[in-house]
């Protein structure tokens, strides 16, 4: 059984726990996330598969 486990919403997860435990770093998750998802975009996902 494989589990296919996809980076951008993974990503998202990481982002939306880590606001809700430091508010303070909102600017920073935000921007973290934003530059991520863009490199992801450009790059592919192949480029960054984890499995």
Do not use: E
Request: charged content about 5%; aromatic content about 6%.
């Amino acid at each position: 059984m494989n589990i296919h486990l996809g980076l951008t919403p993974l990503i998202s997860l990481i982002a939306g726990i880590l606001i809700l435990v430091m508010p303070k770093l909102l600017n920073y998750i935000i921007a973290f996330y934003l530059i991520a998802v863009g490199l992801i975009g450009i790059l592919g996902v192949h480029a960054l598969r984890l499995g």
